[in-house]
């Protein structure tokens, strides 16, 4: 799962972790900027983990959201930051796809 928070792109993925027949849950979360600014050429700005464990997985993912969205409020210094789902279309298409056709102009001379 992706979601935006500001300017960074929140990353976050399961992790099963099997324990004498049982599994329990944590995840991994990435914090990704575009230096350019465009959401085009994310690169890695940090990684973690959560630090507990969790019986579903469903509840590690939250906890990795949390975490990640927590941390990049802090970078940018808003708490009002609320992450909104990234449009996967960026990540899916190579650069030149990904851009809009230029526009004709329409103003009269």
Do not use: K
Not at 12 to 24: F, K, L, N, Q
């Amino acid at each position: 799962m992706a979601v935006l928070v500001g300017i960074y792109l929140l990353r976050v993925e399961s992790v099963e972790i099997p324990r004498d027949g049982a599994s329990s849950w944590a995840a991994a979360w990435t914090l990704l900027r575009s230096p350019s600014g465009n959401q085009l050429d994310w690169e890695p700005l940090t990684r973690r983990d959560t630090e507990r464990t969790f019986a579903r997985e469903v509840d590690a993912l939250r906890a990795g959201e949390n975490e990640g969205a927590t941390f990049a409020r802090m970078l940018q210094g808003d708490e009002g930051l609320e992450p909104m789902t990234w449009n996967e279309l960026h990540e899916t298409l190579p650069l030149r796809e990904a851009q809009l056709p230029a526009r004709r102009s329409c103003a009269i001379h």
